[in-house]
T-cell receptor
C-alpha cells in the first residue's frame, strides 16, 4: 500500500531555532495535513492544505508556523522560532479527496521534535 | 465544542482475551466516527469507521457500533493477539465540517501478552 513518508524521524533543536519538518504525501493525493501530539495529550489538528494554499488552520497554527509545497512531491511544516512547548510528535497526512467523513486519511509515522 | 473521550490506558491483556476500549463523543453536527491504530514505529492507520447512527464498522476482527443514543463508539475484539499490541485512537469528523479536521482522543495503549 502506498505510504506517507516523513523525515527526519527525530529532530532535536535549541529553543529559538527554526525547524523544517518534511513530508512526502502519496503521489496522487491532493489534500495535505499536519497534526501533532504532545506527550500524553490528544492528537491535534494544525492545518490543512489544498491547491497550494491553506484550507483551514487551528488556533495552534499561529504566525510561527508555515506550510509549503515547494515542489511536486514535498510538503513541509516550518516553525520559525521554536519554543519548549512545540516539543511533540508531528504527523503529516494526505488524502485523495477532501477528507470529510467518508474520506480516508493516510498518516506518516511522525517526526518527534524535541526543543531544548 | 466537539470532543472525543476514550478510556485511559495502558490496557494489558492475555492473548485470546476479550477487548473493549471505550470511546464517547460530543459533537454539534452529524459526526463520522473512526478508530485509528498506531503500531510501533508506524503512522496512524484507519482501522474502521462508521458514518451514521447504528452503523457497525469492522476490520481485522475489530468492531465498533455507532450509538447515537449513548454518543459512543466502543471498540471491541473477541480474541486479541500479540500482534494487536498498538495504540488505538478514537476520532470524529463532523459531516460538512472541515477538510480532514479529525478530532482525536488521547489514545489507548494496548499490550497483549502471550
Amino acid at each position: 500500500e502506498p505510504e506517507v513518508t516523513q523525515t527526519p524521524s527525530h529532530q532535536v533543536t535549541q529553543m529559538g531555532q527554526e525547524v523544517i519538518l518534511r513530508c512526502v504525501p502519496i503521489s496522487n493525493h491532493l489534500y495535505f495535513y499536519w497534526y501533532r501530539q504532545i506527550l500524553g495529550q490528544k492528537v491535534e489538528f494544525l492545518v490543512s492544505f489544498y491547491n497550494n494554499e491553506i484550507s483551514e488552520k487551528s488556533e495552534i497554527f499561529d504566525d510561527q508556523f508555515s506550510v509549503e509545497r515547494p515542489d511536486g512531491s514535498n510538503f513541509t511544516l516550518k516553525i520559525r522560532s521554536t519554543k519548549l512547548e512545540d516539543s511533540a510528535m508531528y504527523f503529516c497526512a494526505s488524502s485523495e479527496g477532501q477528507g470529510r467523513g467518508n474520506e480516508k486519511l493516510f498518516f506518516g509515522s511522525g517526526t518527534q521534535l524535541s526543543v531544548l | 465544542g466537539d470532543s472525543v473521550t476514550q478510556m485511559e490506558g495502558p490496557v494489558t491483556l492475555s492473548e485470546e482475551a476479550f477487548l473493549t476500549i471505550n470511546c464517547t463523543y460530543t459533537a454539534t453536527g452529524y459526526p463520522s466516527l473512526f478508530w485509528y491504530v498506531q503500531y510501533p514505529g508506524e503512522g496512524l492507520q484507519l482501522l474502521l469507521k462508521a458514518t451514521k447512527a447504528d452503523d457497525k464498522g469492522s476490520n481485522k476482527g475489530f468492531e465498533a457500533t455507532y450509538r447515537k443514543e449513548t454518543t459512543s463508539f466502543h471498540l471491541e475484539k473477541g480474541s486479541v493477539q500479540v500482534s494487536d499490541s498498538a495504540v488505538y485512537f478514537c476520532a470524529l469528523s463532523v459531516y460538512g465540517g472541515s477538510q480532514g479536521n479529525l478530532i482525536f482522543g488521547k489514545g489507548t495503549k494496548l499490550s497483549v501478552k502471550p
